[in-house]
């Protein structure tokens, strides 16, 4: 236990948290069992260290953060360790990467129902199903998901500001007046092309190479989140990883399920499965027409995030689809998107109808009152319509 204690206060001596998460505000910290979803590389650890940084001192024994990567954990169970813990005086245990635990769910219920003082605060995978895949676990996890860095988060943390959040109300009535007060602090078109190519995933702060960084965290969402935690044949990687970098290279459009089933050599109700894998891993995002969803046929298939166009595919992105695919992407945490009758037009929570389109293209396009014009190269706005970097304060 001392050397957990020790690897625990050094963590939290040493983190790195330069920009403080929307995310810590919307959990109910009061629940007993937390458990926070995420991809790869979005900074679940940082999260879970920020947390206890935040609420108890470095030498509390309250709080304590283990990592099941730990070979302590091939010989013990959570529920030995919290027992051992919990005599000790912890009230609080941050466990990162649960699912490293054989029978991880069983052994968090056990913890829940014999320690009713301690609350435990869990990270997962996102293409983990919490309560559909772990019933045990109905009733007593309060599920969240921890994105990547919103543009307004990056732009934070590069110009030392501290920009609130909005909702899609605020900027749809009030775009002009929100930016008045951005304007003259930060030029935010100087830096959305950079968020567009390296600013979602935090480690663009280390001094690595970006897309080499987020190719290895891509090949470990496939690698490891999707066949371990599906418990999906290592002799299907190929096809997984061949399917992926096909949709990705079709850039966003209505998948050809047929053709991709003959390619990878497999049935169309498989790619279908596959294609939900990728988008459980928050590898893709699949937008459907109204009121229908998996198992139909998506009427697009984009990649999750504009950085993923650039790490897999860099010679060939096409400004319109990393535009839409950053609108997409924005948008999608508290909102649903479908896809409108035209490309670039979108229908949002059922009734919003955007379309995604270039400022200097302004004469080539008929505006029309009953859409909202989500336009890049262009800082400002009026009316209906909204520069695009804005979408990116929603979160």
């Not at 008929?366 to 909202?372: L, V």
Request: charged share 25%; hydrophobic share 35%; aromatic share 14%.
């Amino acid at each position: 236990m001392e050397a957990f204690f020790r690897t625990y206060r050094y963590l939290i001596e040493h983190v790195n948290a330069p920009v403080r998460r929307t995310l810590m505000d919307e959990v109910d910290w009061n629940d007993r069992m937390i458990g926070i979803k995420g991809t790869r590389g979005v900074g679940k650890t940082t999260f879970l260290l920020q947390y206890a940084r935040e609420h108890f001192d470095a030498q509390d024994r309250q709080c304590l953060y283990v990592n099941m990567n730990n070979f302590y954990f091939q010989g013990h169970g959570i529920a030995e360790f919290a027992e051992s813990f919990y005599h000790k005086g912890g009230r609080v245990l941050l466990i990162d990467q649960v699912f490293k635990q054989p029978n991880w769910s069983t052994e968090l219920r056990k913890c829940y129902d014999l320690y009713p003082g301690l609350k435990i605060v869990f990270t997962g995978s996102s293409v983990m199903r919490l309560k559909d895949e772990n019933p045990e676990l109905n009733g007593i996890v309060k599920s969240y998901n921890l994105r990547g860095f919103s543009f307004r988060e990056f732009l934070n943390l590069l110009t030392d500001n501290s920009f609130r959040p909005y909702t899609l109300d605020e900027i749809l009535e009030d775009h002009e007046h929100i930016i008045k007060q951005i304007l003259p602090k930060v030029s935010p078109r100087r830096y959305f092309q950079d968020y567009i190519h390296h600013g979602f995933y935090p480690f663009f702060q280390e001094h690595r190479n970006y897309s080499e960084n987020l190719l290895k965290t891509m090949n470990m969402m496939t690698e490891v989140d999707i066949l371990l935690i599906k418990q999906i044949e290592l002799k299907y990687l190929t096809k997984i990883k061949k399917l992926f970098y096909q949709l990705a290279e079709d850039g966003p459009k209505a998948p050809n399920v047929s053709q991709l089933a003959n390619d990878i050599e497999t049935s169309r109700a498989t790619v279908m499965n596959y294609i939900k894998y990728l988008a459980d891993a928050r590898l893709l995002n699949i937008i459907y027409p109204v009121g229908e969803q998996f198992p139909k046929k998506p009427s697009k298939v984009m990649l999750h995030n504009s950085n993923l166009l650039y790490a897999i595919y860099p010679i060939h992105v096409e400004k319109q689809n990393a535009m839409e695919t950053f609108f997409v992407n924005s948008l999608w945490k508290d909102h649903k998107v479908n896809q409108s009758g035209r490309d670039s037009v979108y229908l949002v929570d059922g009734h919003l109808k955007f379309r995604v389109c270039d400022a200097d293209a302004r004469n080539k396009i008929r505006y029309s009152p009953d859409t909202i014009y989500a336009r890049y190269n262009t800082e400002i706005g009026k009316g209906n319509q909204i520069p695009l970097w804005l979408l990116g304060f929603l979160y």
